[in-house]
Structures are given as C-alpha cells and as structure tokens.
C-alpha cells in the first residue's frame, strides 16, 4: 500500500524549533518529489515546501523561508522539515504530500501531525 | 504568491452541477496548464481530483471536470451526490517554482 506518515508534531513555544518526519512506504521513494502543506486549524491549505527527487533542488514559500528547512533521505525514504524561529502564525497541520510528476498535482498525501506554537 | 480567488461557498441539490471558479494571474494560474483540485471532507486529508487542469486521476468519478480560461481555472461537478459534499481546493505551479493555493469553497449538497 502506497503510504506516508508523518510524525514529529508537538507543542513549541515561539521562537522555538522543531523536525518533523514523513515515513513513505509502498513506491519507489527516490523517483518522487515531495512537498510539505500546513493547514491552520479552521483555515485553508497552504504551500509550504518542495524538493526534488534527488534533494537537489529545493522551494519555499515566502512565509517560511530563511526559517524552515526541507531536506530527504532517500536511503531511509523519509522526508524531513526542520523547523525554526517558530511563529503563533506557523501553528498547523502539517502534510507531506507526494507529486505525482513534475510539476503537476499532489497525489498521496499523509494523515497530517499537528505543530502547536503557544507559550 | 498571494493565494488564488475562489467563492467561500457554493451548493446544488442531489443531481444538479456546479462550477467553482479559481483565478489567479498571469504568473501562476494564466501562465501555466498545471492547475489541480482537491476535494478535502472534514477532518481527512486533501485527495487528489484533477491535475493539469482537466485530467482525472485514475479512481475519480467522471462526474469531475475541469478547465481553464486565462487567469481562471473551473472544477464542474455534475450529477451531484451526497458524498460529494467537502471542501474543495484549487492550486497552481507558479513563476517561482512553488505551488499557491486557493482560499477553499465549501459545497454543500442540498
């Protein structure tokens, strides 16, 4: 069964830093770009981050950049983002996502981990 | 990257089709064929119902369709039915090489 989990979400307080993770399982982990999406509770989808198959190329939206770091390990097939000088506007789900083809439509997405920003 | 524009809500009754509009601009939506919905039910994750702007992947009903004009994408559901009762979401591949999002349109289903 093609499947991501992520993991990693937690409560932080601002200006503090967490990793979360994305186990992939059931394809081919390495042929895949992937991308994170945050969703804030009640609000609406939110472009995060991407990489490449290879790690070799890497997005960020704005709102993130400088502060979040998207990276993989294709050995473990698993998707990482660190994340750091957290905001209160940062405070999500958090979903990885699979794309189906560059650069088309995300077509596996996790269940999601919930990264709270409160003190 | 400012998200795309999409009405907060639309309904139909069981049988009937809607329309839910997306526009953008010329750097995202108008300038690119990569436009994809998803249909999120509550408390689930986003599920993949049309990439590049009108194919369906392999499991979506053909009830969905989708198309583009200019700077504004559509998703028609046809023969509406209970279950197709979610929120759907509008996203395009932009000039920076990220992915912007539509506000979201709730439908419900009479």
């Known amino acids: 069964e093609v499947q991501l989990v992520e993991s990693g979400g937690d409560l932080v307080q601002p200006g503090g830093s967490l990793r979360l993770s994305c186990a992939a399982s059931?394809?081919?982990?390495?042929?895949?770009?992937m991308h994170w999406v945050r969703q804030a509770p009640g609000k609406g989808l939110e472009y995060v981050s991407g990489?490449?198959?290879?790690?070799?190329?890497?997005y960020y939206a704005n709102s993130v950049k400088g502060r979040f770091t998207i990276s993989r390990d294709n050995s473990k097939k698993t998707l990482y983002l660190q994340m750091g000088s957290l905001k209160p506007e940062d405070m999500a789900v958090y979903y990885c996502a699979r794309l189906l083809w560059w650069p088309t439509g995300l077509d596996i997405w996790g269940q999601g981990t919930m990264v709270t920003v409160s003190s | 990257q400012s998200a795309l524009t999409q009405p907060a809500s639309v309904s139909g009754s069981p049988g009937q089709s809607i329309t839910i509009s997306c526009t953008g601009t010329?750097?995202?939506?108008?300038?690119?064929?990569?436009v994809s919905w998803y249909q999120q039910h509550p408390g689930k994750a986003p599920k993949l119902m049309i990439y590049?702007?009108?194919n369906r992947p392999s499991g979506v009903p053909d009830r969905f369709s989708g198309s583009k004009s200019g700077n504004t994408a559509s998703l028609t559901i046809s023969g509406l039915q209970a279950e197709d009762e979610a929120d759907y979401y509008c996203s395009s591949y932009t000039d920076s090489s990220t992915r912007v999002f539509g506000g979201g349109t709730k439908l419900t289903v009479l």
């Open positions: 059931g394809f081919t982990f390495s042929s895949y770009a």
């Open positions: 990489i490449g198959s290879d790690g070799g190329s890497t």
């Open positions: 590049e702007v009108s």
């Open positions: 010329s750097s995202d939506v108008g300038g690119y064929d990569y």
